[in-house]
């Protein structure tokens, strides 16, 4: 009958081993000894010890934290170059394929005109342009913000890319590096002809953030590398 309660009794048959409810054990006590304060300690002592701060506290630097345009020192954040996209160019330097492709065949031209482009810094990881930034600084005796004008802080430098590649002059090497090299034949060709193969100077005299640097080269001969570079802070 619909609706007609059937006792317990009747359906025990179907449970002959009917396992018995274990009851929850509820977790123990903290003894009341340990204070809160006592058992936060205990968990900080099994963590190993922090790295020693450097002697100099203002080494450390902000990191970019929000957009790809964050500036530092009026240097633009860059992302590193992924490994599998970067190929040697000559004189233990690399460049990404694009970048590269370009400026080989950029060296052959100028060869044939009896000039000797030779490849001084292209690509560059943070841990080597932490180097180039804070190490020289501290040699120099410069203040970051005076190191800034002649190198990028790590994680800001052009080279990151793989786009960018200090160049000098193989017949003119005491000029490597230096403001002098504007006065090479190796410059003056570039000047004329590099904007053909896609690259431009990247630091010019009227530069806002960085000293006049007339070896420093980027590629801008596609998308984007154009909207890396020229994007605005």
Do not use: C
């Not at 274990?22 to 123990?28: E, F, I, Q, S, V």
């Not at 052009?158 to 786009?163: C, I, L, P």
């Amino acid at each position: 009958m619909i609706g007609r309660l059937i006792p317990l009794g009747a359906i025990a048959f179907l449970f002959p081993n009917p396992s018995p409810i274990l009851a929850l054990t509820p977790p123990p006590a903290i003894p009341p000894e340990v204070t809160l304060e006592e058992s936060w300690k205990s968990l900080l002592n099994l963590t190993p010890p922090p790295l020693p701060p450097l002697l100099d506290s203002s080494l450390y630097i902000p990191l970019p934290t929000h957009t790809p345009s964050a500036t530092l020192y009026g240097h633009l954040a860059y992302a590193e170059a992924p490994d599998g996209d970067l190929v040697a160019v000559g004189n233990g330097q690399t460049l990404r394929q694009s970048a590269a492709f370009q400026f080989e065949a950029m060296v052959s031209a100028a060869a044939a005109d009896g000039v000797q482009l030779v490849p001084l810094s292209g690509f560059r990881t943070r841990e080597a342009q932490h180097h180039v930034f804070y190490a020289i600084a501290d040699q120099r005796g410069q203040t970051l913000q005076q190191r800034a004008r002649y190198a990028a802080p790590p994680g800001h430098s052009e080279h990151h890319t793989g786009y960018a590649l200090d160049i000098g002059d193989g017949a003119a090497p005491t000029h490597d590096l230096r403001v002098s090299f504007e006065n090479t034949p190796a410059f003056r060709w570039l000047t004329a002809n590099a904007a053909t193969f896609g690259f431009e100077l990247s630091f010019p005299e009227n530069h806002p953030s960085v000293n006049y640097e007339p070896w420093h080269w980027r590629w801008v001969g596609d998308a984007e590398s154009q909207q890396l570079f020229h994007q605005s802070p």
